[in-house]
């Protein structure tokens, strides 16, 4: 079979009632090719696969596929036992018989009878929703495994049986396309997820067809509902009432909308809920308890944070005590309820989407206010841990334990600055994750600080004001506000050394200093630079040396000290190249390269720059490619390379937007301006940069040298051509233009 074709029929023999009880399938089986090239070899080789999965994941559909596909070659035939109405233990080996179509004998009992039955067979047994009486599943099976050779033996379970001879093969949700996958229809339906909703919706509606336009939105349903096969069954049916795209809209109420499956399934397969429900009901009182805490987090957690966050503080007798923290989670990642993921950083534990939205739906709001602030705490500690060795670990590696915990972060923020959270919790938190913002989410972590620093009163903690201020000052460098810069970076300098803590003092100053020579005061920037040199030297940490060491470089070449500017870079480089920080290195190619463009080597300056590009990307670091982008248009448009220019300014506008880089939003729709006024479109050229210079005059923002050589050069093109007159018309025309309608004029360069 081809890979990708969905299994229409089971082999001819199935039909014949008596080599199977196969039930013929009204649908066919989607995206699980890969699964069952993997599970039928592991039927052949153990007596007992048990398929472990999520509820709705399609355990069972799987099972039966299998089961079709190796009836031929299973002498005495398949059979399926359905255990899912079978809650009594005592019933199980009855369920077994029943399946078999075996009659009790007097003599023997049932279990008995049905060994004695197996001992000369060669068959494939399945057994099917094991979970409810999994303890007698697993006796049974036992003894088929030790004394019915040739039975082999597929459960589908939440949990494995655990039992010696047991082969446990996990189930996965459908394959899903990614985040920043933009596919068209066709390619879409390469997707396992994506090719079951089209296919349903389909049933649902004959009107349906994917399309190019709806493949985007129906791949984020599919990935909202984890990839789990009766969700987006569920999903798929209400497309008779509901288009895509207002169906994505109201997956945040997925528990009124999944509803409405089939009738004739079990109850528990009719909506997403009671699917759910039947497994919360399984579990016992302190896992359901940990279930329902572990809904706080978002993005995943680590073992020892669930530990910090999910224990209750006084020990009763019902209490969770962290010591019991693995073995319940071990428990509930058995149960398939959370899922585990194990990488060279270690390993992190989740909740598919469905199952996190259910769990807080349990908790009560006394419980969700308890285990919110015990989050947020161990988020708070966890940010200053990080902070502290922050300038002592390597970027990557400090990154690596910072990324995956954003979602939390971002939650634990939510709930401090919330109507029943803790504001100080939230400022320390803002303040911590300093590094974070300026190297993962820039504008995201202005705005926080923006918010913390208005919540700030006479009663807010020096400390936590100054590393406001710190905090403000970097993302404002970053951002090309060097005013601001200035400012944040004035306060924090007068905090931190009242407060006697050096090495802040050095950063703040560096800042201070940075941000004069940035607006054009660099005799005063560079002594205040110097002096932050000396500092950091004393502390003697070897990555706030580097900082300032680029600083002051960029002072020197400023000042026109070519050489001086070339010395310091190099020292700065090879300091960072000594404790394995590749990604400062691509920042100070970036540097280097507008030194070289101030000299006028604008080929240099390009080649350089293109250096720090590629380094960005390697390391996903995305306000660094933006900023590269933008530099690299700037020195097309240079030497005179308007087509390539545009292409990369129009990349560039794309990342800045994405960054949420205002200054370089506007950059770039210059380079733009500049590359339709050079080749001839002179109105709308002098549109575009009228809006960019009063853009840049809203949000404070200054052009750097670069920039303003290219706007010096643009406008004087235009006033030389359109006249004062006609120029200043144009120019009041786009100063009034909204940011789409100026990017929008942009783009059609």
Known sequence: MAPGLP???????????????????????????????????????????????????????????????????????????????????????????????????????????????????????????????????????EAIVQQCRGV????????????????????????????????????????????????????????????????????????????????????AARVKVLAPRHLARKLDERFRVLTGGSRTALPRQQTMRALIDWSYDLLAAKEQRLFRRLAIFTGGWAL??????????????????????????????????????????????????????????????????????????????????????????????????????????????????????????????????????????A???????????????????????????????????AFARPKTARDAAERALVFYTELGVPLRAAQARHLFGRALVNLDQTEQGEIALRQALEDARAAGVPSVIGDILQSLAIARSHAGDVAGSRSLFAEALALFRSVGAERVCAHIAGNLAEAEFHEGNAEEALRLENEALATYRAFNHKLGAAISLS?????????????????????????ARDTQWEAGVAWCLQHLAATAALRGDLPRGARVLGYVDARLTAIEALR????????????????DTLGEEQLANLMTEGAAWTEDRAVAEALAV
């Open 704 to 719: 750097q040298y670069t920039e303003q050589q290219e706007r010096d050069k643009v406008f004087a093109a235009l006033r």
């Open 304 to 441: 020892e944070t669930a530990a910090a966050v999910c224990a209750d503080d006084e020990a009763t007798d019902d209490a969770i005590e962290q010591w019991e923290i693995l073995d319940l989670l071990s428990s509930l990642v058995d149960k398939s309820l959370v899922q585990v993921e194990t990488t060279a950083d270690g390993t992190r534990y989740r909740l598919l989407e469905s199952m996190r939205q259910y769990a807080r739906e349990r908790l009560s709001a006394d419980e969700e206010q308890m285990v919110a602030r015990a989050h947020a705490i161990a988020y708070v500690a966890l940010a200053e841990e990080l902070e502290a060795v922050f300038e002592t670990t390597p970027e990557d590696m400090w990154l690596r334990r910072v990324e995956p915990e954003l979602e939390n972060f971002r939650a634990a923020l939510r709930w401090g600055f919330g109507p029943q959270g803790d504001v100080l919790l939230g400022q320390r938190l803002v303040a911590a994750l300093r590094p974070a913002w300026t190297r993962l989410a």
């Open 152 to 235: 082999r033996l597929l459960a589908t379970s939440r949990e494995p049986l655990r039992i010696a001879a047991e082969c446990v093969y996990r189930l996965p949700p459908l394959a899903l396309p990614t985040e920043n996958d933009k596919l068209a229809a066709d390619d879409a339906l390469r997707y396992g997820a994506v090719a079951l909703f089209a296919q349903r919706a389909a049933a649902s509606d004959a009107k349906f067809r994917l399309t190019d336009e709806s493949a985007p939105i129906v791949a984020e349903i599919c990935r909202r509902l984890d990839g789990i096969a009766l969700a987006i069954e569920l999903a």
């Open 443 to 477: 504008a995201e972590g202005l705005r926080h600080i923006q918010v913390a620093r208005d919540a700030c009163g006479t009663e807010t903690p020096a400390a936590i004001v100054a590393a406001l201020d710190l905090a403000e000052a970097v993302i404002a460098v």
């Open 631 to 655: 530099n690299i248009a700037a020195y097309l448009i240079a030497l005179e390379r308007y087509d390539d220019a545009r292409t990369v300014a129009r990349e560039g506008l794309a990342a």
């Open 7 to 141: 299994r229409m029929f089971p082999p001819l023999r199935s039909l014949d009632s008596r080599w199977s009880n196969l039930p013929r399938q009204p649908t066919p089986l989607i995206g699980r090719d890969e699964a069952l090239a993997e599970i039928e070899p592991l039927i052949r080789e153990h007596p007992l696969v048990t398929l472990v999965g999520t509820g709705g994941v399609g355990k069972t559909r799987v099972a039966l596929q299998a089961g079709a596909d190796l009836l031929e070659v299973s002498g005495d035939g398949v059979w399926v036992v359905e255990l899912a109405p079978t809650s009594d233990p005592a019933l199980v080996a009855s369920a077994i018989a029943v399946s078999l179509s075996l009659r009790e004998q007097p003599e023997r009992s049932v279990f008995e009878t049905l060994v004695h039955y197996l001992k000369d067979k060669r068959l494939l047994l399945i057994l099917d929703n094991c979970e409810q009486v999994i303890e007698e599943v697993a006796k049974i099976a």
